[in-house]
């Protein structure tokens, strides 16, 4: 899900589009801090080609991260992790406030980034 850039990262997003389904979904909202530390399955806000971008982190190393959108083929180019503007740390979805860092969260955010490589792979092209 992305959004045209602003000039400075925002604390709170609107998300349009289906790159996130079914955990975020159109008209959610996210919010967003600045990231102490980034981990494998959060969700994070990124600039790419002029807008933002908000999908998860699903490879930490090196000085970078990559990120996918859960509905995605594919990964997001890599970006240094220095470039991360802000990590999710609620949504609201539907009216309904999800905090970010609730234990089967952080657990299911995990577990959808390890998955994904392998549910993209057994999809048909």
Known sequence: MSQKRCEAPPRVL???GHSMFPFV???SILFFERPAAV???DIVLTEAGGRWLAHR???TGHGTITTWGDFNRQPDPAVASDR????CVQVRRKGTDISMDLPCVRVT???LAKALPLLKALLPP
Do not use: F, K, P, Y
């Not at 991360?84 to 990590?87: A, E, F, N, P, Y």
């Open 14 to 16: 609107i998300a349009r």
């Open 25 to 27: 979904i159109d008209g």
């Open 39 to 41: 981990q494998v399955g």
């Open 57 to 59: 982190v699903v490879c």
């Open 84 to 87: 991360v503007l802000g990590r």
């Open 109 to 111: 955010g995990w577990l």
